[in-house]
C-alpha cells in the first residue's frame, strides 16, 4: 500500500550500504543509535541551510493512528552536500521525500539522514554527518 | 518616464540574472596543471615551484592522499566502489564534475563525481592509509593520525600521563560533546589537518596562509625570520607559527597554544606546554604530507610523531562555513557556551 505520508519501516539492525562518509564534529554515538534505522515519507516543511549541519524537516503521517507528526532530519555540513549536488533549493517545500537514517538514542522525532529520495525516485544523497568511522 | 521604467526593467534583470549566476558559480579550472601523455591531470608529476625556488605549496588540499599517487590512502581504502552518488571527497583528486560551486542544478542525481580521476593515478600504494584502517604501518613507520584519534596508529595509543589518560577517557564516555569544534568554537589544531573539507595553502615568500573551510579557520606561518614569541605570549587557539625551509621541507614551529586544547574528535589533549613540529613536504604535483611532532611534557611522557596526508583537489574552491548553531542542542544532555 503506498502511501506518501506513511512511515514505511522502523526496522531495527537494518545494515543500509551508504554513501562517502561525512563529517561529525561530534560522536555520532552522542545522539544516533545506527542500530535503529528507519524510513520515512511526507512533505518537506522547512530546511535550515545552517553549518554545522544542515536539516530539514517533514510531516510524517502514521500509519496505523493517522496522526501526522513531525520530523527533523539531520544531514552534513552544507559545504559538502554542494558538493555532492545538494543547495538549499533541493528540497522545495510541500515536495514529499521519503528519507532513510539512524534514529535518535532519545526516541524524540529525529533522524540522521543516510539517504534522501524524491518523489520522483531521485536519490540524493543525504551526507550523514555520523557516517564516518574516524567518528566512532 | 520611460527611461525610468526601462531603468527598473533592466535592474530587475540584473537581479534575477545575478542570482542565477551566484547560484551556479563555476570555479575555473585548476591552471598549469602538469598532464599525463593522454591528457589527463598528472598528480604524480613534479612539484611546482616559486620563483626563488622553492616548492610552491599553494593550493586546495584535502585529506587523503600520499606517496604512491594518492589512491587508496584516502579515507576509504583503495577500489572503493563508488555505490552512490557523492564520492567527491572520497578518493578524487578533483572535485567532482559540475559540483562543487553548487553548478549543479537542484535536485539532479550525481553521478559519480570522482570518477575522473580514477586510473590517472594507478599504483594504489597501501590502502587503508587513511582515514579508514589507519592502523596499517606505513612504509616510513610513521603512523597516519585520523580526525577521530590521531593516535589511532599507536599500539597502545599516545603515551598520555595519567592525568590525562582520565581526561581522555572522561572526554569519550561524554560523547566528545565538550569538542570545542561541537560548539561551533575553533577546532582543534589537528582536527583541521584531517576534516574532510578542504584547506586553501596561499604561499608568499615570507607568510604561507592556511585558509580551512571548516568553521573558517585560519593559520599564519611567518617565514620572514620573526623569533617565536617567548613564555609570556598570550596564548591563542593555533599558537604562534615561523616556518624556514630545510631543503623541500619546510620545518613549521608553533608555540603558544591555550591549554585544554582538543587535537582529535576523541579529545587527545593539547596543553600551553606544547611545542609543535610540522614538516610540510609537497611529495609531487598531487600530494603533500605533514609530519607532526607533539613535545607536551604537561600531557604526554614522551613526544610522539604522526603524519597527514592530504591531496589536490584540483578545479575547486572553499565554500563558505559559518558556523551557526552554537548552542549544540543537538547534542543529548550537552549544553552550549555560556
Redesign the interface.
Known amino acids: 500500500m503506498k502511501n506518501r505520508y506513511l512511515l514505511v519501516a522502523i526496522a531495527a539492525g537494518c545494515c543500509l ?11 555520532f ?3 544516533y543509535d545506527r542500530s535503529k534505522q528507519a524510513t520515512l515519507t511526507g512533505p518537506v516543511t522547512k530546511v535550515d541551510w ?4 544542515a536539516r530539514f524537516f517533514l510531516d510524517v503521517k502514521d500509519a496505523a493512528t493517522g496522526k501526522v507528526v513531525h520530523w527533523e532530519v ?1 544531514l552534513g ?4 552536500l ?4 545538494w ?1 538549499s ?2 528540497l522545495p517545500i510541500g515536495n514529499s521525500v521519503t528519507v532513510s537514517g539512524s534514529l ?3 526516541g524524540s522525532n ?1 533522524i540522521n539522514a543516510s ?1 534522501v529520495t ?1 518523489s520522483d525516485g ?4 543525504a ?1 550523514s554527518s555520523g557516517d ?5 | 518616464m520611460k527611461t525610468l521604467l526601462n531603468a527598473v526593467v533592466l535592474m530587475g534583470t540584473v537581479a534575477v540574472l545575478s542570482g542565477s549566476v551566484l ?1 551556479q558559480w563555476t570555479v575555473p579550472p585548476t591552471p598549469n596543471v602538469p598532464k599525463t601523455a593522454t591528457g589527463e591531470p598528472d598528480l604524480n608529476g613534479p612539484v611546482p615551484r616559486t620563483a626563488d625556488g622553492k616548492p610552491d605549496l599553494s593550493g586546495i588540499w584535502v585529506r587523503g592522499g600520499g606517496a604512491g599517487g594518492g589512491r587508496g590512502q584516502g ?2 581504502g583503495a577500489n572503493a566502489a563508488p ?8 578518493g578524487a583528486n578533483v ?2 564534475a559540475a ?4 553548478q ?1 542544478g ?5 553521478a559519480a ?1 570522482g570518477q575522473g580521476q580514477r586510473g590517472a593515478n594507478a599504483a594504489p600504494a597501501a590502502p587503508g592509509q587513511g ?2 584502517g ?1 592502523n596499517a604501518a606505513p612504509a616510513d613507520g610513521i603512523s597516519v593520525a ?4 590521531v593516535g589511532s596508529g599507536f599500539p597502545g595509543g599516545v603515551p598520555l600521563q595519567p592525568w590525562a589518560t582520565e581526561l581522555i577517557n572522561k572526554r ?1 564516555a561524554d ?3 565538550d ?1 570545542p ?2 560548539h ?1 568554537l575553533p ?1 582543534g589544531f589537528m582536527q583541521f589537518h584531517n ?3 578542504p584547506n586553501k595553502i596561499i604561499q608568499t615568500p615570507n607568510t604561507i596562509v592556511i585558509l580551512y ?3 573558517e579557520g585560519v593559520r599564519q606561518i611567518h617565514l620572514d625570520g620573526r623569533q617565536l614569541p617567548g613564555p609570556d605570549a598570550e596564548p591563542w587557539w593555533y599558537g604562534y607559527s615561523v616556518g624556514k625551509w630545510e631543503g623541500d621541507t619546510l620545518v613549521v614551529e608553533t608555540r603558544g597554544f591555550r591549554d585544554g586544547g582538543w587535537l582529535d ?2 579529545g587527545t589533549p593539547l596543553t600551553d606546554a606544547a611545542k609543535v613540529t610540522e614538516k610540510f613536504r609537497r611529495i609531487n604535483y598531487g600530494n603533500l604530507e605533514i609530519e607532526i611532532t607533539i613535545d607536551d611534557p604537561k600531557a604526554y611522557t614522551k613526544p610522539w610523531t604522526v603524519k597527514v596526508t592530504q591531496r589536490i583537489m584540483l578545479n575547486a574552491d ?8 552554537r548552542d ?1 542542542t ?3 544532555g ?1 549544553e552550549g557556551p555560556k
Open positions: 550500504v551508504l554513501a562517502a562518509p561525512l563529517i561529525a564534529h561530534h560522536s554515538a552522542a545522539q545552517i553549518n554545522p549541519h539531520e555540513a552544507p559545504a559538502m554542494m558538493r555532492r549536488g543547495n533549493k533541493s535518535a538514542k532519545d529525529l539517504t524524491l531521485k536519490r540524493v544523497f551526507g564516518d568511522p574516524a567518528q566512532q | 547560484a579515507q576509504r555505490a552512490a552518488p557523492g564520492q567527491g571527497q572520497r572535485a567532482p559540483s562543487g560551486q553548487g549543479r537542484a535536485n539532479a542525481a550525481p563525481p582515514q579508514r589507519a585520523t580526525f577521530g584519534n569519550k560523547n566528545s560533546k569538542n569544534d561541537a561551533c577546532m576534516h574532510p573539507e573551510e571548516a568553521n574528535v576523541q572553499l565554500i563558505e562555513f559559518i558556523c551557526e548553531e549544540a543537538h547534542y543529548v550537552a
